[in-house]
Protein backbone atom coordinates (compact mmCIF):
# COMPACT_ATOMS: atom_id res chain seq x y z
CA UNK A 1 0.00 0.00 0.00
CA UNK A 2 2.07 2.92 -1.28
CA UNK A 3 1.59 6.09 -3.46
CA UNK A 4 4.28 8.79 -4.22
CA UNK A 5 5.31 11.03 -1.70
CA UNK A 6 3.28 13.95 -1.50
CA UNK A 7 4.47 17.27 -1.94
CA UNK A 8 6.19 19.97 0.50
CA UNK A 9 3.73 22.71 1.61
CA UNK A 10 4.93 26.30 1.23
CA UNK A 11 4.70 29.55 3.29
CA UNK A 12 0.57 29.82 3.24
CA UNK A 13 0.62 27.02 5.70
CA UNK A 14 2.20 28.58 8.72
CA UNK A 15 0.22 31.73 8.78
CA UNK A 16 -1.86 30.44 11.69
CA UNK A 17 1.46 29.93 13.78
CA UNK A 18 2.62 32.93 13.20
CA UNK A 19 -0.51 34.68 14.13
CA UNK A 20 -0.20 32.72 17.20
CA UNK A 21 3.33 34.19 18.33
CA UNK A 22 5.42 31.40 16.07
CA UNK A 23 8.12 32.51 14.30
CA UNK A 24 7.76 30.10 12.08
CA UNK A 25 6.97 30.51 8.45
CA UNK A 26 7.36 28.60 5.34
CA UNK A 27 8.37 25.69 6.88
CA UNK A 28 7.57 22.85 4.12
CA UNK A 29 5.77 19.72 5.82
CA UNK A 30 3.62 16.88 4.54
CA UNK A 31 -0.26 17.49 4.47
CA UNK A 32 -0.93 20.21 6.98
CA UNK A 33 -3.53 22.19 5.36
CA UNK A 34 -5.64 18.88 5.92
CA UNK A 35 -8.86 18.96 8.06
CA UNK A 36 -8.26 17.42 11.47
CA UNK A 37 -11.57 15.57 11.31
CA UNK A 38 -12.12 13.14 9.69
CA UNK A 39 -8.26 13.24 8.79
CA UNK A 40 -7.07 10.47 6.68
CA UNK A 41 -4.52 7.88 7.87
CA UNK A 42 -1.17 9.01 5.50
CA UNK A 43 -0.52 6.34 3.11
CA UNK A 44 2.94 5.13 2.87
CA UNK A 45 5.07 7.01 0.10
CA UNK A 46 6.69 3.21 -0.51
CA UNK A 47 5.99 -0.10 -0.04
CA UNK A 48 6.06 -1.75 3.54
CA UNK A 49 9.41 -3.72 2.66
CA UNK A 50 10.87 -1.01 1.08
CA UNK A 51 13.06 -0.01 3.74
CA UNK A 52 14.60 -3.43 3.89
CA UNK A 53 16.89 -4.40 5.64
CA UNK A 54 17.34 -1.39 7.69
CA UNK A 55 14.19 -1.42 9.13
CA UNK A 56 11.83 -4.36 8.54
CA UNK A 57 8.45 -4.70 6.66
CA UNK A 58 6.74 -6.18 9.66
CA UNK A 59 8.02 -2.91 11.64
CA UNK A 60 6.86 -0.74 9.22
CA UNK A 61 3.53 -2.68 8.99
CA UNK A 62 2.75 -2.30 12.70
CA UNK A 63 4.52 0.86 13.23
CA UNK A 64 2.65 3.02 10.24
CA UNK A 65 -0.43 0.55 10.35
CA UNK A 66 -1.41 0.31 13.98
CA UNK A 67 0.74 3.19 15.91
CA UNK A 68 0.29 5.75 13.26
CA UNK A 69 -3.44 4.90 12.81
CA UNK A 70 -4.28 4.76 16.00
CA UNK A 71 -3.56 8.67 16.77
CA UNK A 72 -5.14 9.37 13.63
CA UNK A 73 -8.51 7.71 15.12
CA UNK A 74 -8.03 9.03 18.26
CA UNK A 75 -7.56 12.77 16.96
CA UNK A 76 -10.53 12.21 14.86
CA UNK A 77 -12.44 11.23 17.75
CA UNK A 78 -11.34 13.72 20.14
CA UNK A 79 -11.86 16.60 17.95
CA UNK A 80 -15.57 16.39 17.39
CA UNK A 81 -17.97 18.85 19.29
CA UNK A 82 -14.95 20.78 19.66
CA UNK A 83 -13.51 23.92 18.63
CA UNK A 84 -10.55 22.27 17.01
CA UNK A 85 -13.11 20.57 15.00
CA UNK A 86 -11.91 21.04 10.89
CA UNK A 87 -9.23 22.85 11.72
CA UNK A 88 -5.93 21.94 9.99
CA UNK A 89 -3.63 19.47 11.53
CA UNK A 90 -1.07 21.97 12.38
CA UNK A 91 -3.38 24.38 13.67
CA UNK A 92 -4.65 21.68 16.15
CA UNK A 93 -0.33 21.23 17.55
CA UNK A 94 0.25 25.00 18.03
CA UNK A 95 -3.43 26.07 19.56
CA UNK A 96 -2.81 23.15 22.24
CA UNK A 97 0.75 22.83 22.92
CA UNK A 98 1.70 23.39 26.74
CA UNK A 99 -2.10 23.51 27.65
CA UNK A 100 -2.30 20.78 30.31
CA UNK A 101 -6.38 20.49 29.94
CA UNK A 102 -5.61 19.77 26.17
CA UNK A 103 -3.02 17.05 26.40
CA UNK A 104 -4.43 14.42 24.57
CA UNK A 105 -5.08 16.39 21.83
CA UNK A 106 -1.99 17.48 21.71
CA UNK A 107 -0.31 14.62 22.35
CA UNK A 108 -2.18 12.75 19.24
CA UNK A 109 -2.21 15.84 16.65
CA UNK A 110 1.84 16.19 17.50
CA UNK A 111 2.41 12.31 16.65
CA UNK A 112 0.25 12.27 13.95
CA UNK A 113 1.93 15.24 12.34
CA UNK A 114 5.83 13.65 13.93
CA UNK A 115 4.75 10.19 12.33
CA UNK A 116 4.02 11.73 8.51
CA UNK A 117 7.49 13.48 8.80
CA UNK A 118 9.12 11.01 9.55
CA UNK A 119 7.74 8.49 6.76
CA UNK A 120 8.97 11.13 4.79
CA UNK A 121 12.11 11.39 6.13
CA UNK A 122 13.32 8.04 5.16
CA UNK A 123 13.44 6.75 1.35
CA UNK A 124 14.93 3.14 0.45
CA UNK A 125 18.70 3.55 -1.01
CA UNK A 126 19.08 6.91 0.97
CA UNK A 127 21.70 8.29 3.39
CA UNK A 128 25.06 9.16 1.72
CA UNK A 129 25.53 13.16 1.06
CA UNK A 130 22.97 15.93 0.71
CA UNK A 131 22.78 18.02 -2.05
CA UNK A 132 25.00 21.32 -2.18
CA UNK A 133 22.64 24.20 -0.97
CA UNK A 134 21.96 21.39 2.69
CA UNK A 135 25.62 20.67 2.12
CA UNK A 136 27.02 23.88 2.62
CA UNK A 137 24.58 25.03 5.80
CA UNK A 138 25.96 21.51 7.71
CA UNK A 139 29.35 22.66 7.38
CA UNK A 140 28.65 25.95 8.18
CA UNK A 141 26.62 24.85 10.92
CA UNK A 142 28.69 21.81 12.04
CA UNK A 143 32.01 21.95 10.75
CA UNK A 144 31.95 18.80 8.24
CA UNK A 145 29.33 16.49 7.74
CA UNK A 146 31.31 13.61 9.40
CA UNK A 147 30.93 16.23 12.61
CA UNK A 148 26.85 16.98 11.95
CA UNK A 149 26.46 12.76 11.57
CA UNK A 150 28.14 12.32 14.76
CA UNK A 151 26.23 15.28 16.45
CA UNK A 152 22.82 13.87 15.03
CA UNK A 153 23.37 10.32 16.15
CA UNK A 154 24.70 11.21 19.88
CA UNK A 155 21.46 13.22 20.07
CA UNK A 156 19.00 11.28 18.74
CA UNK A 157 20.32 7.74 20.57
CA UNK A 158 20.39 10.64 23.95
CA UNK A 159 16.85 11.01 24.04
CA UNK A 160 15.55 9.72 27.07
CA UNK A 161 12.70 7.82 26.64
CA UNK A 162 10.25 8.04 23.69
CA UNK A 163 10.91 10.65 21.73
CA UNK A 164 13.06 11.83 18.66
CA UNK A 165 15.89 13.55 17.01
CA UNK A 166 15.55 16.44 14.38
CA UNK A 167 17.77 18.07 12.32
CA UNK A 168 16.21 21.61 12.02
CA UNK A 169 16.49 25.04 11.11
CA UNK A 170 16.08 28.50 13.08
CA UNK A 171 14.63 32.11 12.14
CA UNK A 172 18.29 33.06 11.38
CA UNK A 173 18.91 30.24 8.64
CA UNK A 174 21.10 28.06 10.83
CA UNK A 175 20.38 24.50 11.46
CA UNK A 176 20.04 23.07 14.55
CA UNK A 177 20.11 19.59 16.08
CA UNK A 178 17.69 18.79 18.80
CA UNK A 179 15.94 15.96 20.50
CA UNK A 180 12.11 16.03 21.87
CA UNK A 181 10.22 13.87 23.99
CA UNK A 182 6.93 11.58 23.23
CA UNK A 183 5.07 14.03 21.01
CA UNK A 184 6.59 17.38 21.08
CA UNK A 185 7.38 19.06 18.03
CA UNK A 186 10.36 21.70 16.54
CA UNK A 187 7.66 24.23 15.91
CA UNK A 188 6.52 25.45 19.22
CA UNK A 189 10.85 25.97 20.23
CA UNK A 190 10.51 28.46 17.01
CA UNK A 191 12.33 26.01 14.63
CA UNK A 192 11.35 24.32 11.16
CA UNK A 193 12.23 20.61 10.96
CA UNK A 194 13.99 19.57 8.09
CA UNK A 195 14.05 15.70 8.84
CA UNK A 196 13.71 13.31 12.03
CA UNK A 197 14.26 10.53 13.35
CA UNK A 198 11.63 8.72 15.37
CA UNK A 199 13.39 7.04 18.92
CA UNK A 200 10.26 5.33 20.08
CA UNK A 201 11.23 1.47 20.69
CA UNK A 202 8.45 0.75 18.53
CA UNK A 203 10.46 2.35 15.33
CA UNK A 204 13.19 0.29 16.18
CA UNK A 205 12.77 -2.86 18.60
CA UNK A 206 11.51 -5.89 16.13
CA UNK A 207 14.93 -5.03 14.19
CA UNK A 208 17.54 -4.01 16.72
CA UNK A 209 16.38 -4.43 20.13
CA UNK A 210 17.95 -2.47 22.64
CA UNK A 211 20.56 -1.10 19.92
CA UNK A 212 19.17 2.06 19.49
CA UNK A 213 22.45 3.28 18.66
CA UNK A 214 22.54 0.84 15.23
CA UNK A 215 19.20 1.68 14.31
CA UNK A 216 20.28 5.73 14.13
CA UNK A 217 23.49 4.94 12.43
CA UNK A 218 21.90 2.95 9.82
CA UNK A 219 18.89 5.25 8.94
CA UNK A 220 21.62 8.47 8.97
CA UNK A 221 23.99 5.87 6.33
CA UNK A 222 21.09 3.94 4.82
CA UNK A 223 17.49 5.43 4.89
CA UNK A 224 17.88 9.66 5.63
CA UNK A 225 15.69 11.39 2.62
CA UNK A 226 17.92 14.18 1.97
CA UNK A 227 16.06 15.76 -0.71
CA UNK A 228 12.88 15.80 1.39
CA UNK A 229 15.37 17.74 3.41
CA UNK A 230 16.36 20.07 1.04
CA UNK A 231 13.00 20.65 -0.27
CA UNK A 232 11.93 21.75 3.41
CA UNK A 233 15.13 23.88 3.80
CA UNK A 234 13.60 26.02 0.70
CA UNK A 235 9.91 26.02 1.24
Given at each position: ????????????????????????????????????????????????????????????????????????????????????????????????????????????????FNHDFYWQSLKGGGGGQPGAALARKIDEAFGSF???????????????????????????????????????????????????????????????????????????????NWEFAERNLGA
Amino acid sequence: MFETTRPTLTRRHFLHAAAAGSALLGVGMPMLARAAAPLAHMKLPYAENALEPVIGAQTVGIHWGRHHKGYVDNLNKLVVGTEFEGKSLVQVVMDTAGKADKQALFNNAGQIFNHDFYWQSLKGGGGGQPGAALARKIDEAFGSFAEFKKTFAATTVGQFGSGWGWLAMDTSGKLKIVKTGNAEVPMTQGLKPLLTIDVWEHAYYLDYQNRRADYVNAVIDKLANWEFAERNLGA
